[in-house]
């Protein structure tokens, strides 16, 4: 009887286990968990990089009224007065073109930029003649036409701050036309646009003021007007020796770089 029995107990035992491997069978595989998504680091931007670009804007020159009282000389015996050159601040139209290049040092952004600009600011100046007492005769103001260079390049050095795409800087250097040289000094902001543009690794856009300084270099005399004596007579020349000076030119103006290499 015990034989049966364990007989018995060992067959069940056989029909679990059997049972148990083909319900184990017909489970379906554990998959394995996914991958977590690959998220690429947002590029930091820098303004490394040679850059180049045009500019376009308004520029003035700065002329101060001045005054020449005329008296008796010979030739001109009757001749007695003020000739007065007005104030005359002209302006026009500024345009040209620009490359350089900035490091980024941290928050700091030193560089160097080249431009050349025409510049469309030359204009005649009217004068005013007032006869003084013992005047006797009349005399004729000349045109005085301005012919200041029409063009002008700057070589500059530039040190900013930059906040990000945001570029605050002070610039300044050597200025030059084709007769004269002198200075020049000034700053704005630049702003990286979320642009790129022919091949570019980015676009910017920005404002600036330029102050500039000539030396302007006057030989030699130069003709005033025509004096005609009240007695008659043919009209004399009246002239005075030329004075050395400076042109102060400003210019403000908006610009837009491409820039390329480091992003």
Avoid: H
């Avoid at 005047?135 to 700057?154: A, M, R, Y």
Wanted: glycine share 16%; aromatic share 12%; with cysteine.
């Amino acid at each position: 009887m015990r034989k049966c029995v364990l007989s018995l107990l060992t067959g069940v035992a056989g029909l679990t286990l059997a049972a148990s491997a083909v319900s184990a069978a017909d489970l379906p595989a554990r998959e394995a968990p996914p991958p977590a998504p690959f998220v690429a680091a947002a590029p930091v931007f820098t303004w490394t990089g040679f850059y180049g670009g045009v500019n376009a804007g308004w520029g003035w020159r700065s002329d101060d009224e001045e005054s020449v009282v005329l008296t008796p000389g010979p030739g001109t015996p009757g001749l007695a007065g003020t000739l007065v050159f007005p104030d005359n601040e002209d302006g026009g139209f500024t345009g040209g073109a620009q490359i350089g290049y900035n490091y980024q040092i941290g928050s700091f952004v030193v560089g160097l930029e080249t431009d050349i600009q025409w510049a469309d600011t030359g204009d005649d100046e009217e004068v005013l003649f007032t006869p003084g007492p013992g005047s006797s005769g009349v005399f004729v103001p000349g045109t005085f036409e301005n012919n200041d260079t029409d063009w002008f390049g700057t070589v500059r050095a530039r040190v900013g701050i930059a906040l990000d795409r945001f570029l605050i800087y002070g610039t300044g250097g050597f200025a030059y036309t084709d007769e004269n040289t002198g200075w020049v000094v000034g700053g704005g902001v630049e702003w990286a646009l979320p642009v790129t543009l022919f091949g570019s690794s980015a676009v910017t856009f920005g404002v600036e003021g330029l102050w500039l300084s000539f030396e302007d270099d006057d030989n030699g005399d130069r003709t005033i007007g025509t004096f005609t004596p009240a007695g008659g007579g043919a009209p004399v020349a009246v002239s005075l020796p030329a004075d050395d000076d400076d042109q102060d030119f400003f210019v403000a103006r908006a610009k837009l770089n491409f820039k390329f290499g480091t992003y």
